[in-house]
C-alpha cells in the first residue's frame, strides 16, 4: 500500500518534493484544508473532486474531508432543509459503508463509528444499534472499546419507557412538544409532575442488561473507558477497577 502511492501530503508540508506534480499535489491539498477553514465550501469541494481522481495520492487517507464537505452546508452559516439534511446523512452512510470495505484493517472502527453516529443523528436509533451489533463480533472491531461503550448507550437509551425518549421524526416532535410545554406552563408545575411519573413506565429490563454487557466488555477492553464506568455504575453493580 505504502509502495503504491508517490504522494503523502500533509496540509502546509515544509518538506514537499520538488517536481512539478509533487508541488501540484501538495497545493492542492494545501488549497482543500485553506476553503475549508475559510468556509468556502463549493472551492473545497472541487478541488476535493481533483484530489480523488490522482492515482498517485492515497486520498483515504482524508477521508475525513470527504465526509465533512460531503455533509456541510454549501454556504457556511445557511441551514439546510430538513429534507436535504435526511438526504446529506443517507448518503454519507452510504458512503462511509463502501468506504469500510476498502480501508485498511486499522482505520474500520473509526469508519463504523461515523456509521453509528450518522444514524443517532437521523433519529435511527435501532438501525445505529443492529450496526453496531452486525460488526462488533468480530475483529478489528471487538477490540474497540468505544463501540462497544456507543452500543451500551444506545441500548441504555432504548430501555427508556417512549414518553422520555426522543421521537423517530424530530421536526414533527419538536412542535409537539412546544404545544405541550404550552400546556403545561398552563398548569400546575407540581400537578404536571405527578401526573408524569405516575404514567411513565418501568425501563425495558432486558434492553438495561444488554446495556450492561456491552460497557462491560467495553471495560474489559479499556478499564480507562470512563463513559463506560459512568454507565456500569448507573445501571448498577460494582465498577470495574481501575488499572
Not at 452546508?73 to 429534507?83: R, S
Not at 469500510?100 to 438501525?127: F, T, W
Request: hydrophobic residues 40%; contains cysteine.
Amino acid at each position: 500500500m505504502v509502495g503504491k502511492y508517490k504522494f503523502t501530503p500533509e496540509p502546509n508540508d515544509p518538506d514537499r518534493p520538488r517536481t512539478v506534480r509533487g508541488a501540484y499535489i501538495y497545493n492542492l491539498v494545501d488549497c482543500i484544508y485553506a476553503c475549508i477553514l475559510r468556509g468556502e465550501l463549493d472551492r473545497a469541494r472541487r478541488a476535493w473532486g481533483i484530489l480523488v481522481r490522482c492515482p498517485d495520492v492515497n486520498w483515504k487517507e482524508r477521508w475525513r474531508w470527504g465526509l465533512y464537505l460531503m455533509t456541510a452546508e454549501t454556504e457556511a452559516g445557511a441551514p439546510a432543509e430538513v429534507q436535504t439534511q435526511t438526504q446529506q446523512r443517507t448518503d454519507a452512510a452510504r458512503w462511509l459503508k463502501s468506504l469500510q470495505i476498502s480501508m485498511p484493517v486499522e482505520d474500520r472502527p473509526a469508519i463504523l463509528a461515523e456509521i453509528a453516529l450518522y444514524h443517532i443523528k437521523g433519529h435511527r436509533y435501532r438501525a445505529a444499534l443492529d450496526e453496531l451489533e452486525t460488526y462488533l463480533t468480530s475483529y478489528p472491531y471487538t477490540v474497540s472499546a468505544s463501540l462497544h461503550t456507543y452500543a451500551g448507550m444506545i441500548c441504555f437509551y432504548l430501555a427508556q419507557p417512549k414518553a422520555l425518549q426522543g421521537s423517530e421524526y424530530e421536526p414533527q416532535a419538536s412542535a409537539e412538544r412546544k404545544d405541550r410545554a404550552a400546556s403545561v406552563e398552563s398548569s400546575s408545575t407540581a400537578t404536571s409532575v405527578d401526573s408524569l411519573g405516575a404514567h411513565v413506565p418501568p425501563p425495558n429490563a432486558g434492553l438495561l442488561s444488554q446495556a450492561r454487557k456491552w460497557f462491560d466488555k467495553a471495560g474489559k477492553i479499556n478499564p480507562r473507558e470512563q463513559v463506560a464506568l459512568g454507565f456500569i455504575a448507573m445501571v448498577g453493580g460494582p465498577r470495574l477497577p481501575i488499572v
